[in-house]
Nanobody, 115 residues
Framework: QVQLVESGGGLVQPGGSLRLSCAAS????????MGWYRQVPGKERDAVAR???????NYANSVRGRFTISRDNAKNMVYLQMNNLKPDDTAVYYC?????????WGKGTLVTVSS
């Protein structure tokens, strides 16, 4: 069974920080590239960051230098540390494999950056 559960979103002021967490079932986590995605209502879901099982990371230009993706292979967890948040970062954030499993999308966690 595929299960991805995101948490850690909330309301934060511009310049603030949040740490998102994703709990993944082992059958999709182990050995796979994992990623964070985000979606603004009415727009397509975009990739934000990804990390290989060997901890190699890659980021979208819009978040590079501000966001850090990490994973705990022993706990099947993926994290996204978000610093210096901007209003344009407001979105629902999801985790999934890279490329994503269509039936694996969770409910996501809402991040709102506003003063």
């Amino acid at each position: 069974q595929v299960q991805l559960v995101e948490s850690g979103g909330g309301l934060v002021q511009p310049g603030g920080s949040l740490r998102l967490s994703c709990a993944a079932s082992g059958n999709i986590f182990t050995g796979n590239v994992m990623g964070w995605y985000r979606q603004v209502p009415g727009k397509e879901r975009d990739a934000v960051a990804r990390i290989t099982s060997g901890y190699i990371t890659n980021y979208a230009n819009s978040v590079r230098g501000r966001f850090t993706i990490s994973r705990d292979n022993a706990k099947n967890m993926v994290y996204l540390q978000m610093n210096n948040l901007k209003p344009d970062d407001t979105a629902v954030y999801y985790c999934n494999t890279v490329p994503p499993i269509d039936y694996g999308w969770g409910k996501g966690t809402l991040v709102t950056v506003s003063s």
